[in-house]
């Protein structure tokens, strides 16, 4: 029968090097990733301020001047 060892082969740091690296690199992507969402959703947000302001700058322009009449 096949003696149970309680040491790790040889390689088991280059293993978990490998794995940190990796969840490094994943954490920096998820962070770069989260960086541009949140630009993109203030440049969403600043142009829909832009068409907001020129839609109301065209109701204005189209609706008449009114004119108070004395009561």
């Not at 090097?17 to 993109?40: E, N, P, S, W």
């Amino acid at each position: 029968m096949l003696a149970a060892s309680n040491t790790l082969p040889d390689n088991a740091g280059y293993v978990a090097a490998a794995y940190l690296v990796f969840a490094a690199l994943l954490l920096i992507y998820v962070g770069i990733m989260a960086y541009k969402l949140v630009k993109v959703q203030r440049y969403v947000a600043e142009i829909n301020e832009l068409v907001d302001r020129d839609d109301a700058a065209a109701v204005a322009a189209r609706e008449p001047a009114r004119e108070e009449t004395p009561a």
